[in-house]
């Protein structure tokens, strides 16, 4: 088992937290860079935190190990919150406000000068338009950016920073790297033409969507764990028709988690997309929701890893994934989760007759 340990920072990380921690006590002024490069500067460690970035919302709650400092989140972040599991190990957390924002990252100025927060988590690199409504408020922001590992790494490091806890993100990134490297080690032995074309829909229902291999996360795990991009030609996120994915003809389709209505029915039900090989072999999968969905780079992506990994590739990679789940929420959120919450979080009363997916039912 690939398990969640404490162990000392070294090498970048212990680099990036070497000043910081010289510092001493949370109390004293905090400064560090944004991946904006941006000067953010907190006289102390940040005790209100607004994340209109959606995944940020949960990871905050776990790197700060409550729901105190979290006090504006995005809709759809909150809708993870009331939809998975975190509203159930935080109950409060359904109580924070999420009118800060729209679903699309414009800032709702009046509600966030309302919540009085210490920081502002935004987008980066997607105009000055949902930035300037904050920084013009006299609100402290910090911006990220999304599109890789490497980043996501580097703004949970911000982010533990700013909440004062800059130690919480070792063990974290550590355990993060273990996985990563573990499949990348395990995936050598695959050749070429054994990798399947994997097409994940990040939406299905109103519109549907794929993505390109550039600077998509979906698609970074998938080749990771050993699939090929059945979407790669696309130039970034675009609409899509059920022909386009006939013609792909993906051996296994990951279907998101956002949609809470969507399952995998879609496609088994629907006369092109049943006529896929994904479909005529059981190979179509709903993404899991746990503390937050598995889809996006969040605190729990390793788990996401490792039970795409065991999907994609089922003769190459065995990982317990119930097993490493139970360490690391307890890493996580210090929670002890029940073989019920498990059930939940990996959909197998909606998808356990899928194919390989009994691996993943209580032993």
């Not at 010289?22 to 904006?36: L, S, T, Y």
């Not at 999420?98 to 980066?124: H, K, M, R």
């Not at 911000?158 to 550590?174: D, F, N, Q, T, Y």
Request: net charge neutral; with cysteine; hydrophobic share 45%.
């Amino acid at each position: 088992m690939v398990r969640l340990i404490r162990i000392a920072s070294r090498g970048l990380l212990a680099a990036a937290l070497c000043g910081f921690l010289a510092h001493g006590a949370a109390a004293e002024e905090i400064v560090f860079k944004d991946q904006e490069n941006r000067e953010v500067k907190l006289a102390r460690a940040a005790q209100r935190i607004v994340s209109i970035v959606i995944p940020m919302a949960s990871t905050v709650i776990a790197l700060d190990g409550s729901t105190k400092k979290l006090v504006g989140m995005n809709p759809t972040a909150k809708s993870a919150v009331m939809e998975g599991i975190l509203g159930k190990i935080f109950p409060e957390a359904k109580d924070i406000a999420s009118d800060v924002t729209a679903p699309n990252f414009v800032p709702n100025v009046e509600a966030l000068t309302a919540a009085n927060p210490d920081l502002v988590i935004q987008w980066g690199g997607r105009g000055n338009d949902i930035v300037a409504p904050i920084t013009n408020a006299g609100l402290t922001t910090m911006l990220i950016l999304y599109g890789t590992e490497e980043l996501t790494r580097e703004y949970m490091t911000m982010a533990s920073r700013a909440l004062g806890k800059p130690e919480r993100i070792v063990e974290l990134v550590e355990w993060r790297d273990r996985v990563q490297k573990d499949i990348e080690a395990r995936a050598t032995s695959i050749p070429e033409d054994k990798r399947p074309n994997v097409l994940y829909l990040g939406r299905a229902l109103s519109d549907i969507s794929a993505s390109g291999t550039k600077g998509n996360y979906n698609a970074w795990y998938i080749e990771l764990a050993g699939g090929k991009n059945a979407s790669a030609e696309l130039n970034g996120t675009v609409s899509i028709n059920r022909e386009q994915i006939a013609q792909w003809d993906p051996e296994v389709i990951f279907l998101n988690a956002f949609e809470a209505k969507l399952n995998v029915d879609w496609v088994y039900s629907d006369p092109v997309l049943s006529l896929t090989k994904a479909a005529k072999n059981r190979r179509v999968y709903k993404m899991p929701l746990g503390g937050y969905r598995w889809d996006p780079p969040n605190q729990e992506s390793p788990l996401s890893w490792m039970w795409t990994a065991n999907l994609i590739q089922p003769d190459v990679f065995k990982y317990d994934v119930r097993a490493e789940m139970k360490t690391a929420y307890r890493t996580l959120y210090n929670y002890e989760l029940t073989d019920a919450d498990i059930d939940g979080i990996l959909w197998t009363a909606e998808q356990g007759g899928a194919a390989n997916y009994a691996q993943f039912k209580a032993k």
